[in-house]
């Protein structure tokens, strides 16, 4: 079955999609958010550009009771605040399942950020969201040309990284292809998306090796937290 190619205009011009300015205090991060804020340097040159020239790019945002969540832009509504906005440029998005807004959020960091720069737990996360089965990859086309869009407007998102990879999108060996990791790599990174979050921050450390942390993956979350403690 064909999917729907995505329109920026329509997209823009649509009530529900239309850019508006949201008060920074009326923002929050996302609830499952995994990746971490820039910091230092980095940081500092997202604020100065944000003083010198505004936010040029919308953060994608979805109504929460008593605000709005984040879901693309955390880096650039934390510069805001820091450069003294009141408000930020965003786009609403409405209707959207828990599995829509996951991929919006890891998606976009992985385009932004690319693989192998994320920590271990974040790479954890975006290849168990990718190897599960709970997206067909349609959906995740039609985000991901969005998000290229919106990145580059001017830009053809690039048909490579769109197209499905093998016969079976949601095999190991897949997965690996897109992200330039092995299947084995594939296999670990999902057995440490399994680690309760104090366990994750370990092995992003360095604390505690890989393999030592695909192990305790297969413990309980009661045991992993004593075993954190």
Same mark, same amino acid.
């Given at each position: 079955?064909?999917?729907?190619q995505?329109?920026?205009?329509t997209?823009?011009?649509?009530?529900?999609?239309?850019?508006?300015?949201?008060?920074?205090?009326?923002?929050?991060?996302?609830?499952?958010?995994?990746?971490?804020?820039?910091?230092?340097?980095?940081?500092?040159?997202?604020?100065?550009s944000?003083?010198?020239?505004?936010?040029?790019?919308?953060?994608?945002?979805?109504?929460?009771?008593?605000?709005? *969540?984040?879901? $693309?832009?955390? #880096?650039?509504?934390?510069?805001?605040?820091? =450069?003294? /906005?009141?408000? %930020?440029?965003?786009?609403?998005?409405?209707?959207?399942?828990?599995?829509?807004?996951?991929?919006?959020?890891?998606?976009?960091?992985?385009?932004?950020?690319?693989?192998?720069?994320?920590?271990?737990?974040?790479q954890?996360?975006?290849?168990?969201?990718?190897?599960?089965?709970?997206?067909?990859?349609?959906?995740?086309?039609?985000?991901?040309? *969005?998000?290229? $869009?919106?990145? #580059?407007?001017?830009?053809?998102?690039?048909? =490579?990284t /769109?197209?499905? %990879?093998?016969?079976?999108?949601?095999?190991?060996?897949?997965?690996?292809?897109?992200?330039?990791?092995?299947?084995?790599?594939?296999?670990?990174?999902?057995?440490?998306?399994?680690?309760?979050?104090?366990?994750?921050?370990l092995?992003?450390?360095?604390?505690?090796?890989?393999r030592?942390?695909?192990?305790?993956?297969?413990?309980?979350?009661?045991?992993?937290?004593?075993?954190?403690?």
């Amino acid at each position: 079955m064909n999917t729907p190619q995505f329109d920026l205009g329509t997209m823009l011009s649509a009530p529900q999609t239309a850019i508006q300015q949201i008060p920074c205090d009326q923002l929050h991060p996302y609830h499952n958010h995994k990746f971490e804020l820039y910091s230092g340097e980095r940081l500092e040159d997202m604020v100065a550009s944000i003083k010198e020239n505004g936010v040029l790019s919308p953060i994608i945002v979805q109504p929460i009771e008593g605000g709005y *969540e984040i879901l $693309i832009g955390h #880096n650039r509504w934390n510069a805001s605040k820091l =450069a003294g /906005l009141p408000t %930020v440029p965003a786009i609403v998005k409405t209707g959207l399942t828990e599995e829509e807004a996951e991929m919006y959020v890891i998606e976009s960091n992985v385009m932004q950020r690319g693989f192998e720069n994320l920590r271990i737990s974040e790479q954890a996360a975006a290849v168990a969201l990718r190897h599960s089965e709970m997206f067909s990859q349609g959906k995740r086309n039609d985000i991901l040309r *969005e998000l290229a $869009i919106l990145e #580059n407007p001017s830009a053809e998102p690039d048909t =490579a990284t /769109l197209n499905p %990879v093998g016969s079976k999108l949601d095999t190991s060996e897949s997965v690996g292809k897109e992200y330039g990791v092995s299947k084995g790599s594939v296999v670990r990174l999902i057995r440490i998306n399994k680690l309760i979050d104090e366990l994750k921050a370990l092995v992003d450390s360095g604390d505690i090796a890989i393999r030592a942390g695909v192990e305790l993956s297969f413990l309980s979350e009661e045991t992993q937290t004593v075993v954190a403690e």
